[in-house]
């Protein structure tokens, strides 16, 4: 929390409620590079697409959309009305 707060992306007094700051725009071509981060945190084998926009993980953080989808390490597939977005094979 400390670093966060250092960092202006949470506001708000020791020990009281927190409140979110600044939120830095991360470009559309970083959205695979987050997914990514984010199936490695989470330690599972694939998100939804939108579950990115989601993610408590990156509430501090205001992402673009409409690109970022040729992240060389992941591949976007569809089930019925999900789009999910695994780690790709590489072997």
Not at 21 to 27: E, L, M, N
């Amino acid at each position: 929390m400390t670093t966060l707060r250092y960092l202006g992306l949470l506001a708000g007094p020791d020990g009281g409620p927190l409140l979110l700051g600044s939120q830095p725009t991360v470009h559309s071509s970083l959205v695979g590079w987050l997914t990514h981060s984010l199936l490695l945190t989470r330690q599972v084998g694939a998100v939804g697409v939108d579950e990115l926009f989601r993610a408590f993980e990156l509430a501090t953080l205001k992402l673009e959309s409409g690109g970022g989808f040729d992240y060389p390490l992941l591949e976007l597939h569809a089930e019925g009305s999900r789009v999910p977005w695994p780690l790709r094979d590489l072997i």
